[in-house]
């Protein structure tokens, strides 16, 4: 089935939560309820003797981020590494972002700020969530890092069990159906295993300690396409 008209969960956005580490990619989706789109250009507006006074308008430059709201939800990577920067400046505030639409293409801007955080105090009726937003700006242009795969939406997806020791690493290798569908796929580690594996945006299982838990491994074009993996963590 051809992917028709886009729905805005479709969408994906990563922050990297380790810009100046080794990197760590974290998806921006739960307690999250609006992600809107900045997008203004920049324009240069002259008037030539040849046109008669008229106005040409030339686009000189793009300035582009979002906006993104929802509920204050703690324990979410995304969120807890937003609010911890709420009070500081300069480059800390900076990252990288990247965008994954639901053909698969995987767009990057290397540098991004992130400001106007909310989320780290009371802001509002007693008995309300407390909310959470931020604005993200984009600084140059993005870069492709992977092509889109297609135009179809996602009608199977597999993946194998893994098995990993304490404090080691796995990596999750989803195979989605069909080939012109996206293979980009949202990863969570199941409520009572997250003591024993946790799992990041770019499916690498990390073995907390001893047992057994589960991975649901959803696919972003079409989340009712998703698959329950097993993940066996033994002792260092």
């Keep these: ?9 479709q969408h994906v956005l990563l922050v990297d939560t380790d810009p100046r580490g080794e990197g760590d990619w974290a998806y ?17 507006t002259k008037s030539y003797y040849d046109m008669g006074g008229s106005e040409s308008d030339n686009v000189t430059g793009v300035n582009s981020g979002v906006t993104i709201t929802g509920d204050r939800l703690r ?3 995304f969120q807890d590494w937003a609010v911890s920067l709420a009070r500081t400046k300069g ?16 767009i990057e801007w290397p540098t991004a700020t992130v400001k106007n955080i909310k989320g780290s105090s009371a802001d509002g009726n007693a008995n309300d969530n407390t909310p959470f937003s931020c604005e993200i700006k984009f600084e140059g242009d993005p870069v492709l890092i992977e ?12 993946v194998e069990d893994v098995e990993v020791s304490v404090g080691a690493k796995a990596k999750l290798s989803p195979a989605v159906t069909p080939e012109q569908a996206s293979g980009w796929c ?3 580690v199941a ?4 003591g024993i594996a946790s799992v990041d945006a770019e499916g690498n299982v990390t073995g907390i300690s001893a047992g057994e838990t589960t991975v649901t491994v959803k696919c972003a074009a079409k989340p009712s396409v998703n698959v329950q993996v097993k993940v066996t963590v033994a002792a260092a």
């Design 91 to 106: 480059d800390e505030r900076k990252t990288r972002v990247r965008q994954v639409n639901p053909a698969g293409e995987v």
């Design 191 to 194: 409520q009572n295993g997250r």
């Design 28 to 44: 921006v989706g739960p307690g999250i309820e609006g992600i809107a789109d900045n997008i203004a250009d920049v324009v240069s």
């Design 1 to 9: 089935m051809d992917i028709g008209f886009e729905l805005n969960y």
């Design 75 to 77: 324990g979410d990577k």
């Design 186 to 188: 949202l990863y969570a």
């Design 147 to 158: 092509p889109k795969k297609g135009e179809q939406l996602p009608e199977t997806v597999t």
